[in-house]
């Protein structure tokens, strides 16, 4: 079902939220964030906007719901893994990084435990919300390990006793030293990017997204 209006899914609350809204008023895209809506139109262009949970995002592309998506590539990557893993459809393309949302997907282990690279990881259980990322890495390095799935306080997982390490997204590193922990394997660095759809979109539709990106790659050197 091809609307005649471009839908852009992006993070409804949370650490993608502003920037990108920011984005889009930059590019020109006029709307209003008013209450809890879902959806939002632009007031001035063919463009609705679908406020999800990013964890959403991914799939939405994937299943060919939504026109254009924001998201971090840890969770898009994530969930590609995921749904290729179970023979869903999980291609997209990746239109442009953008310059928000920069964060690291690391291991981390006690603050007191030596660690001389990722056979130290060997059989040890890992708590994190990344399995599939995770996985891939354990993979390549040759190292097997234990999941521990958790949607939510990972960094308290050892503390708790429920797993050896954690892998987590870090930014300044503040939330691991509170908790007793050091990084000791960067697996992925992530920035926000934009995703598109791999369906063909009606010309009027594809010609919308290519100015789009035109004033994107302007405003985003406007600030470098
Ligand atoms: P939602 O309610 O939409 O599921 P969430 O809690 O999963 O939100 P946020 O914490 O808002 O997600 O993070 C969204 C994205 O922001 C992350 O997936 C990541 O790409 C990026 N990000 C940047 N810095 C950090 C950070 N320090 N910690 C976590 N995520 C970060
Ligand atoms: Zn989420």
Redesign the pocket.
Known sequence: MQTQRLRIAI??????SKECQDLLKRCGVKFNMMGERLVVHSENMPIDLLLV???DIPGLIMDGVVDLGVI????LEEVGLERAARNEPSDYKKLRRLDF???RLSIAIDKDATYNGPQDLQGKRIATTYPQLVKRYMDEQGVTFSPCMLNGSVEVAPRAGLADAICD???TGATLEANGLKEAAVILR?K?VLIQCTADLVAEKQALIDRLLTRMQGVIQAKE
């Open positions: 993070q409804k609350k949370g650490r993608l949970r990013d964890d971090g590539e840890n969770e949302g920069g964060c997204l870090v930014s992530s926000a």
